[in-house]
């Protein structure tokens, strides 16, 4: 009970709209009182792993995750692909995801994984190939969009990612996360008054519900304003947001790796190369 409270704590680091400390602290509580009560548990010792990666402790994230395997080798868990990623391992990542799609061959959910994790890879016509794949299971499935929209930005290809974006949308919520994707793409497109109608409707968001800094940021990427993007990462990092674990592959701050900012950031989250 106690492991399924934490991964709900956890989960919600991602997807509802509270700051990341809050979720952290609870989700943290709970794994370690699980651990506490059967050791042996290896659902426990997975969130435990999560946490660590949330608290940019990579090296007890991985410490927690051997310890999971150890009590469960046969564990085909996709979210293993997203730490190898986060740790730049792109071609272990990529071989874990794959692994985890043969597991579970009709699940959307990891087929739109697949997708993501070669995104990530730089591996971008096989994604967009792994994205069709994934909507052939559920063509209303909204994250499979998503990663098909990104992809496509990151070949040049915006007025189908614009498309995609918009799709994804009127499929789902319009998520801080899912809109400041959409601003972005406005942004690298070109189309900087589109770009900051949306960054207009986060910031008046933000005022009555948590918005992700992570997020603004990325807006201000797309628009090429450098310093007002560093200025919302620096409030990522005050709040310990999650999303700076992708910092070494997400694709939305290519045109800042060239700045020591953005080097110092990765120093502080525990990435620097």
């Given at each position: ?164 974006f918009q799709q994804a949308i009127s499929l789902s919520e319009r998520t801080p996360a899912l809109l400041a994707r959409l601003a972005h793409a406005y942004g690298v497109a070109g189309r900087r008054d589109e770009a900051a109608r949306v960054l207009g ?73």
């Amino acid at each position: 009970a106690y492991s399924r409270l934490a991964a709900s704590y956890g989960m919600g680091i991602w997807y509802v709209p509270f700051e990341p400390k809050e979720a952290l602290s609870k989700a943290k509580e709970a794994a370690l009182k699980a651990i506490e009560i059967d050791g042996t548990y290896a659902g426990a010792h997975v969130v435990m792993g999560m946490i660590h990666q949330y608290e940019w402790n990579w090296a007890e994230a991985e410490k927690a995750l051997g310890r999971f395997f150890e009590l469960d080798p046969y564990s085909t868990d996709y979210g293993y692909a997203y730490h190898l990623l986060s740790l730049d391992r792109q071609d272990e990542a990529i071989e874990w995801i794959q692994r985890s799609r043969e597991h579970d061959p009709l699940s959307v959910l990891i087929a739109a994984n697949v997708g993501e994790v070669l995104l990530y890879a730089r591996r971008y016509d096989e994604a967009i190939a792994a994205c069709q794949k994934a909507l052939e299971l559920d063509p209303n499935y909204a994250m499979a969009h998503t990663h098909l929209a990104q992809t496509y930005v990151q070949k040049g290809m915006y007025a189908e990612a614009i498309a995609e974006f918009q799709q994804a949308i009127s499929l789902s919520e319009r998520t801080p996360a899912l809109l400041a994707r959409l601003a972005h793409a406005y942004g690298v497109a070109g189309r900087r008054d589109e770009a900051a109608r949306v960054l207009g409707e986060l910031l008046e968001l933000s005022k009555r519900s948590y918005v992700p800094p992570y997020s603004i940021a990325q807006v201000y990427a797309g628009l090429g304003r450098k310093d007002e993007t560093f200025a919302w990462l620096e409030k990522a990092y005050q709040e310990r947001s999650t999303y700076l674990g992708n910092l070494r592959s997400e694709h939305t701050f290519d045109n800042l790796r060239s700045d020591p900012r953005f080097s110092d950031l990765l120093r502080r989250v525990g990435l620097q190369q």
